[in-house]
C-alpha cells in the first residue's frame, strides 16, 4: 500500500526519536496558536496535522504526548475586526489580561480558547494544553530564560546573520551591547514597550524602562517572571524544555532567516539540543460566494463549519490532503459536493469496495486511539436535505415528511430525525446561513400554462411522459436515469444512446423546460432533487396540463423495457 502523508511523516519522526531518545520514549508532538482572535481553519491544520501523526505514531505502539501551547502571553498586535475600537488602549498587553470585550469570559485569551477547545473535541482532538501566560509565570522556563539572557551576544550574532543591517543609526556593536532576548511586561501599564536597561546575572536582577508611559522599574527573575522571551527565542527554547520531537508550522516558518531555521541554530548554541523534526504546511482557505473575511470581522471557524460540515467529514477533509498542500473548504455550493464525495467513500466502506488507501483515510476521519468520530450513518443525500428545505422553508415537518418518501422503510418520522444528525442540523445551518437569496428556490403555485404553450412539441412530450413515470420512478437513481432518457425516447432513440453535441442540447432544453414549470426560471437545484424536494403530488400538478387528454400525445412514447 502506497504510504500517505501522515505516514510518511511519522515514519521520518519515528527515526528521529529512536536516534535521540531510544525505543521506550514518549514522542512529544506539539502544535500551538496565538488567541488574537477567532481561532480560524487555517489554524486548525497545526494541531490537526500533529493529531494525525500523534494517532498514526500510537497506532504503532509509542507513547505519544501531544502539547498544545495557548501562546496568551504574546502581545496583542491590533484590534481586529469584530471587536471593540476603544480595544486599542490594550495593544502591547498580554491577551490573558485584557478584558473580555464582551464580558462572558475572564480574559481576551478565554473567549477565543474556550471556543477553539470545544471544536476540537468534537473532532476527537483531546491534546494537553499549556497556557503560555501561566507557565511564565508559575517560573516553569526561569532556567531557560536565564541561560539565553547570559548568551544573549551568541542569540545576536545568530540573528545578525539573517539581518540587514544597513542603514541603522547605531552600529553593530552599539545594538550587541543592547540587545537582550527578554521584553518585561511594564509594572505600570502592563504593556510590552519596555527596554532591558541592564541584568546581573548572579542574582538574575534586571532593570528596564518602558517607553510608554516612562515608568522604570526591576526585580529578580529569581522572584517572578513577568515577562517573555522575543519569539524566534521562545520557540527553541521551549522545544528545550518540553523536549518535543516533531512540531509543523506554517510553510513560511523554514524559509531562510524564519522562525525554524534560526530556532535550529539558537536550540543547539544555548540549549545543548537538537531541533525537533519539523514539517510546513500551506493554507487552508475558504471558497463558494459565501467566502468569510476576517478583515470584516467573520472568519471560518472551527465552530462555523462544524454547524455545516459533520466532524468526520472535516477531518477527512485535512487528512486527505498532504501538509505542504493549499486548499479550500467551500462553504458555497461545493460543499455539496464535498458531501457527496464523501457519501461515495461511505458507499465503497460498506460495500466492501474501497482501496486500501481509501480505507485508511476512513479509518483516520471516522476514529481516535479513543473514541469514534460523529458522522451521519443513514446518510441522505445532503443536496436533497438542503433543498427540501430551502422549498419548505426550513419547515421541519415538512421536510422530515417529504424525506421519509424516499425511504419507505422508515415511517416515524421521530425516529428519523434522529436517523439523519448531525446531516439534518449541518443543513438546516446551511440553507439559513450560507445559501444566497438569489440561489433559494421558489416554487411555481400551480401549472404555468403560458410557458408551456412555448415550448417546442419536443419538449412538450418530453415533460408529459415524465409526469406520467414518476409514480413508478419516485427515488433519486430512478429519476436521474429517467431524465436523461426521455429526451432520447422522445426522439426515437435507445436509452442507452451515447450522447453527442445535438442529444445534450436536447436534454438541456428539456431541463430548462422543467425548472420553468418548477420555479419559474431557467437553472435550480438538480432536477431529480428538486422534484423529491416539492414531493409527489406537487410535481404532478406542476407538470401536467390541466387538460383531459394530457398524456394522449405521449403514447406511443414509452420508455422501452430495460
Not at 97 to 122: H, K, N, Q, W
Not at 500 to 523: H, M, P, V, W
Request: include cysteine; aromatic fraction near 10%; charged fraction near 25%.
Amino acid at each position: 500500500m502506497k504510504a500517505d502523508w501522515v505516514t510518511k511523516v511519522a515514519d521520518r519522526v519515528e527515526a528521529s526519536v529512536r536516534q535521540r531518545k531510544g525505543e521506550n520514549a514518549t514522542i512529544v508532538c506539539a502544535s500551538g496558536i496565538s488567541p488574537s482572535g477567532p481561532v480560524h481553519l487555517g489554524n486548525l491544520r497545526e494541531p490537526m496535522t500533529v493529531h494525525l501523526v500523534a494517532e498514526e505514531l500510537r497506532g504503532r505502539g509509542w507513547k505519544v504526548d501531544h502539547l498544545h501551547s495557548w501562546d496568551d502571553y504574546d502581545r496583542l498586535r491590533k484590534v481586529p475586526a469584530g471587536v471593540p475600537t476603544e480595544y486599542a488602549k490594550y495593544i502591547g498587553m498580554p491577551y490573558a489580561d485584557i478584558p473580555d470585550p464582551f464580558g462572558e469570559y475572564d480574559s481576551y485569551a478565554t473567549r477565543y480558547i474556550s471556543s477553539f477547545v470545544e471544536g476540537l473535541g468534537r473532532l476527537g482532538i483531546h491534546p494537553r494544553y499549556i497556557r503560555q501566560s501561566e507557565a511564565y509565570r508559575r517560573g516553569d522556563y526561569r532556567e531557560q530564560i536565564k541561560a539565553a539572557i547570559r548568551q544573549r551576544f551568541d542569540i545576536f550574532d545568530i540573528l545578525a546573520e539573517y539581518q540587514n543591517l544597513e542603514g541603522q543609526k547605531e552600529t553593530v556593536d552599539e545594538r550587541r551591547a543592547a540587545y537582550y532576548p527578554f521584553k518585561p511586561y511594564c509594572d505600570n501599564c502592563h504593556k510590552d514597550t519596555t527596554r532591558l536597561t541592564s541584568y546581573r546575572d548572579e542574582d538574575a536582577a534586571l532593570t528596564y524602562v518602558c517607553d510608554n508611559c516612562g515608568h522604570e522599574g526591576g526585580y529578580s527573575l529569581n522572584e517572578r517572571i513577568d515577562g517573555k522571551l522575543l519569539w524566534k527565542i521562545d520557540w527553541p527554547m521551549r522545544w528545550s524544555y518540553e523536549q518535543v520531537d516533531f512540531e509543523p508550522a506554517g510553510e513560511d516558518h523554514a524559509s531562510p532567516g524564519s522562525s525554524y531555521i534560526v530556532g535550529q541554530r539558537i536550540i543547539e548554541k544555548v540549549y545543548g539540543v537538537k531541533a525537533p523534526y519539523f514539517v510546513g504546511y500551506a493554507f487552508v482557505g475558504m471558497g463558494g460566494r459565501s467566502k468569510i473575511s476576517s478583515s470584516v470581522g467573520t472568519t471560518a471557524t472551527i465552530s462555523s463549519a462544524l454547524d455545516i460540515i459533520e466532524p468526520a467529514i472535516l477531518r477527512w477533509l485535512y487528512a486527505r490532503r498532504a501538509n505542504n498542500q493549499a486548499f479550500d473548504i467551500d462553504y458555497g455550493q461545493g460543499l455539496l459536493r464535498m458531501y457527496e464525495e464523501w457519501d461515495a467513500l461511505v458507499r465503497q466502506i460498506n460495500k466492501g469496495t474501497a482501496n486500501e488507501s481509501n480505507q485508511r483515510l476512513f479509518e483516520r476521519a471516522t476514529r481516535t486511539s479513543t473514541e469514534e468520530v460523529v458522522y451521519t450513518h443513514n446518510a441522505v443525500p445532503f443536496p436533497l436535505l438542503t433543498s427540501v428545505i430551502d422549498v419548505t422553508q426550513a419547515n421541519e415537518d415538512q421536510v422530515l415528511r417529504i424525506i421519509s418518501q424516499t425511504l419507505p422503510e422508515m415511517e416515524n418520522l421521530e425516529a428519523l430525525r434522529s436517523q439523519l444528525e448531525p446531516r439534518f442540523t449541518c443543513a438546516l445551518n446551511w440553507v439559513n446561513s450560507y445559501l444566497p437569496d438569489d440561489e433559494r428556490t421558489h416554487i411555481n403555485i400551480s401549472f404555468d400554462s403560458e410557458s408551456f404553450a412555448e415550448f417546442s412539441e419536443l419538449d412538450q412530450a418530453s415533460v408529459r411522459m415524465l409526469a406520467e413515470h414518476l409514480d413508478a420512478s419516485w427515488n433519486l437513481a430512478a429519476l436521474s436515469e429517467l431524465m436523461y432518457s426521455i429526451p432520447k425516447v422522445i426522439r426515437g432513440l435507445a436509452v442507452d444512446t451515447p450522447p453527442n453535441e445535438e442529444l445534450k442540447l436536447a436534454q438541456r432544453s428539456f431541463f430548462i423546460a422543467l425548472y420553468t414549470l418548477i420555479c419559474g426560471r431557467d437553472t435550480g437545484p438538480r432536477i431529480p432533487t428538486l422534484l423529491l424536494s416539492i414531493g409527489l403530488e406537487r410535481a404532478k400538478q406542476l407538470l401536467t396540463p390541466p387538460t383531459a387528454d394530457a398524456s394522449q400525445q405521449t403514447q406511443d412514447h414509452k420508455l422501452a423495457t430495460r
